[in-house]
């Protein structure tokens, strides 16, 4: 007579179907567990796509581990597929609600998908768990200062700063911030992310490119000489040195970094440009002509290169050539004269409204005069001389002119101008003349 327990045998006897229940589940489960560990091995051996499909296997069978769905999600992120990342890390965030490795990763992909709505607001939770969270307070800042809303993005890298101080990231994008609205608390962060990280290359070149916009050139020339001992192959920092060479007025130094420069395989139109006028300031024509042509190649808009590539040329025979690259800087110099009329005629119509027509009429006068298919302002120096002023004589011959100027416009300038305006003003020329011709003026 048993006790107890039934014995293995007279168990598995009165209840096979349980037993096999187990044993299956069993089984299952060590499958399952042989299963997530091989995952692991395929991903740390960079065999992505197997992951994606192994992993997509178990969850189809009702696999709802954190690790099966985190090694698939890494996966499709190592093989660029950010939408079915997206999709794999929101299935896991319903089975697993609140974990922050997810949420994380969820905010993260829709950062790198450019949802800066999505992302900021996964970050924002994150923030809100833990007000310590460094690379989240940096993400909301880097999606503000995207949005342009620099106020936040401030704010959030002052929460970094709070946390560390030493924080690299922060002390640059804040430096950033500031000197893109031209605040000079901008040097303060450059300075110290130099100080802190004297081998930062980032960190050094926005120091002395700071310097030399703040006309402080001579403090770029350490910052440049130095990061050139640890990379003598940098491009950059050997145009920067060229520059502040050329900016503190010493173009012998500037002509050699900005060769150094041209010898790694620099071929930008900024070298030869100021490579050329530092030639032209050591009065090597020659050399000045060479760079010159090169830069206007590179960009015939620039009105300093014509100068300086004209002035050279003057010195030799080729007079003819020098006259049109001066030409073409005193063109390039002078904005649209349509532009410059458009800008007086808007000044003039704010004087005119307050009442200030004296003024008005001067800016209206010069707006003809840069722009004489700019017909309005006729109409508006006339419409001010015999309204405001009183001067209907005077009135009289600029309405004239007004009439004159449309009918020398081509006719769909003609029609821009104002059939209904021109109708107007032919009629007050003949109620002008007829009041004149009462008065016997």
Known sequence: MTTGLLSGGHFFMKYPALCFFTASLFLFTCQKTVAQENLQELYYSGSYTLVISQASGLIESGDTTFTTHYLKALSEIQTGQTVMAIQTLHDAQEIHQGDQRIERMLAGQYFDAGNYTKASKGYLTLVQKDSTDVSSWLKLADIASFRQQYDQAIDALNQVLLIDSLNLSSLMMMGDILNRHNNTGAVIYYERAFRLYPENQKAAYALGNWYIQAKKAWSTIPICEKMLLLDTTSIKFSKLLGYAYY?????????????????????????????????????????????????????????????????????????????????????????????????????????????????????????????????????????????????????????QRYIDALDRLPEKENHKQGTSIRAIVEDRIVSLKEELFFRDE
Do not use: C
């Open 247 to 399: 900016k503190t007025g010493d173009p012998g130094f500037a002509v050699n970094w900005f060769e150094y420069a041209n010898s790694l395989g620099d071929s930008t139109a900024f070298t030869f440009k100021f490579k050329g006028i530092s030639h032209y300031l050591r009065l090597d024509f020659e050399s000045a002509i060479r760079s010159l042509q090169i830069a206007t190649a590179k960009d015939s808009l620039d009105a300093e290169v014509h100068f300086f590539l004209g002035a050279s040329l003057a010195t030799t025979k080729a007079k003819t050539e020098a006259m049109n690259h001066l030409n073409k800087s005193l063109q390039l110099m002078q904005p649209d004269p349509s532009i410059v009329s458009r800008i007086y005629s808007e000044q003039g119509n704010i004087k005119r409204l307050e009442m200030e027509y004296e003024e008005a009429y001067s800016l209206y006068e010069q707006a003809w005069e840069n722009d004489t298919t700019n017909a309005m302002s006729l109409y508006f120096m006339a419409s001010i001389l015999d309204n405001s002023m009183r001067l209907s004589k005077e009135a009289l011959v600029v309405y």
